[in-house]
């Protein structure tokens, strides 16, 4: 088959067909053509040799081996197949292609159309117009086009997505039925007739095309279509509104009407609170088959992701959280589930089954869950018992190693704890979990948010050694100790000052420590006496010197062994303007030194 333009300056265009007669051309578009094909090849493109009867009757050979039509939508540009539907027709083995006959016809929108003179119209095409303008005549009268009775018996009809949709138009002989909706419809119709059928195909709209995609399960493209085109969740016709076009026009539709912009849709502003309810059901309910559909096939990573997307209420959540988790497919669906409470909420046991289910396989990710899981989510207290029993158990502790890593569930643990206590209203537990773990800017923090340096006061050594190593004890010089305990000391100094936490229980708790905390010893006795606290807001600087000054007097005999070792210059300070060390105690630790100033 060949295409050409004889007009001047024009381009020729030449289409072949290999795999088939046409036995119906028409335009459907400026630039799609519409072509009724009579296959000559298989779908394994071998030949279809022709086979007729070896006694044919009244002369007419009859063929027992033809194929189904296709209508194919041909670029004329590019040459392109864009789109091709088989048509089940009867006992298309037997037909040719002379057999199958293709017309048009277009019918305008009702509102737009005039009355016409008759006449003119009707020498030319007989009465044609006035039949388009008033479809239902076509298929509601005794004139239809009629089938015989096997009609069909081939199959269902198969309407795959492309921009035609074809189906029968055939009705019983009984007058007075109503039209065929895609007779009806505004915009190019196309009529395939064989001595048995008569097939109706008219351009396929978004619903259209939603319609077959559900029939045919492709939920993914039509959760997808309805995403990108909401307007494709139409309300019923005993609802929809009497719809009018937003610029009213006074010209006649035509073919050219269709053909201007197939794109371009009216609207009507951006939708009713209804409309948009009803997408959000839609894309809801068909979600929900998407998910089902991949874990019926075994894609569950797949499905997770999808859930995360598609799955907008709790109860859907909640019935598939369950599904994932008794299918043992924790690890799928975890990520997925939903950071922000849901409204109506999704059921705090939910979250809590599957945090235990990673507190007890796997602790790395039990933490993750924690850090993005607003603790609103799931029961405080129910998460926190489980941990607590836990680590009471003796599974977990200090000693154990996982992936050569000692005591790394133990601490994510310990952690987790904390975290939980202070959501839970508990920050002084929260403190001794940071103590022990030695996390010293968490334990700060808890400290001076909210003035809790009376929760250590039975540890204060444990207090000291927040930001200092096993290490650092046993080799650090005096410089990197005093760096590394000077915000603990100051805090202890100002909770001095305020009588929370007493120098006597310091003191004593450090002496029963041994040489070991004798530097600490000392540098809480300069602070107190030097005044070095932390909190501004206590009084002027030189009554808390004087107060500082006061508190180390209780101390005498030590602060002189002390500031003897370790600071001669503030010894000499503290020899001048200090009368509560005994003397003699004094003079001795002066002469064992040498510290012959001091002595004088």
Known sequence: MEIRRDHANSVGHRLRFDDCIVSGLSLYTPSLLAVLAYRTRDDDNNPVVPATQTTPRRGIHHRQNGLPP??????????????????????????????????????????????????????????????????????????????????????KTSTPPGSVSAGKASVPVKRGLEAHPAATSTGLKIFIQSPYDCVLAAKRDPTDHLTWLLEHQKYEAAWELIDKHPEVITSTPEQQPDETPSTPSQRRASLADFFADDSTTQTTGSGSRAHNSAVEKEKRRIGDLWVQQLVSIGDWAAAGKVAGRVLGTSSRWEHWVWTFAQAGHFDEITPHIPRKQLQPPLPSIVYEVVLGHYLINDRVRFKELLDQWDPDLFDIASVTAAIEGKLKSGDVGEETVEDDEQGRDWRILLEALAKLYVADGRPKEALRCYVRLQNADAAMALIRDYHLVGAVADDIPGFLLLRISREQMQSAPLAELEEASSEAVHLLVDEAYKGIVRPQVVVDQLQHKGPSFQPFLFFYLRALWRGEGTD??????????????SLVGDFGDLAVELFAEYDRPLLMEFLKSSESYALGHASSICETRQYIPELV
């Open 536 to 549: 501004t807001g206590i009084g002027t600087v030189g009554r808390i010197a004087m107060e500082g000054k």
């Open 70 to 155: 296709e209508l194919r939508l041909i670029d004329v540009v590019t040459k392109d197949e864009v789109d091709v539907d088989t048509l089940e027709v009867s006992r298309f083995e037997s037909l040719s292609a002379a057999d199958y006959h293709l017309s048009t016809l277009f019918v305008p929108p009702v509102q737009m159309t005039k009355p016409m003179r008759r006449g003119t119209l009707e020498a030319i095409g007989g009465g044609l117009w006035d039949v388009g303008a008033n479809a239902t005549r076509i298929f509601s009268s005794g004139a239809s086009i009629i089938s015989l009775p096997n009609s069909g018996d081939n199959g």
